[in-house]
């Protein structure tokens, strides 16, 4: 497992954007596959993106594509989330993940979660 560190977030206005960052603390994560979930008071957990260990898939939740970006700098053990066109329905705390076999598919389980933290989009 790897323990992940998030950063970022915070309030934004409607039609803003913000970037999350999910770092690695003391081991590399270069080979883990990345996703981005999210969670609503009162919803399921939602998988919002995710990104293999190469780098060259994504993938994205219907809801968000277009708008959000997922990426990573294996140099610097950090992977992100770009959200742009950002909406109050985007409100959420939004949960990195690692995922050891290196996919980031959506359907599988990801072993590393990092602590969440709080998106509020206001109108």
């Known amino acids: 497992q790897v323990h992940l560190v998030q950063s970022g977030g915070g309030l934004v206005q409607a039609g803003g954007s913000l970037r999350l960052s999910c770092a690695s603390s003391?081991?590399?994560?270069?080979?883990?596959?990345v996703g981005w979930f999210r969670q609503a008071p009162g919803k399921e957990r939602e998988f919002v993106a995710g990104l293999g260990w190469t780098g060259d898939r994504t993938y994205y939740g219907d809801s968000v594509k277009g708008r959000f970006t997922i990426s990573r700098d294996n140099a610097k053990n950090t992977a992100y989330l770009q959200m742009n066109s950002l909406k109050p329905e985007d409100t959420a705390v939004y949960y990195c993940?690692?995922?050891?076999?290196?996919?980031?598919?959506?359907?599988?389980?990801?072993?590393?979660w990092g602590p969440g933290t709080q998106v509020t989009v206001s109108s």
């Open positions: 003391g081991r590399t994560f270069s080979n883990y596959g």
């Open positions: 993940a690692a995922d050891k076999t290196g996919w980031g598919t959506p359907g599988i389980k990801y072993d590393s």
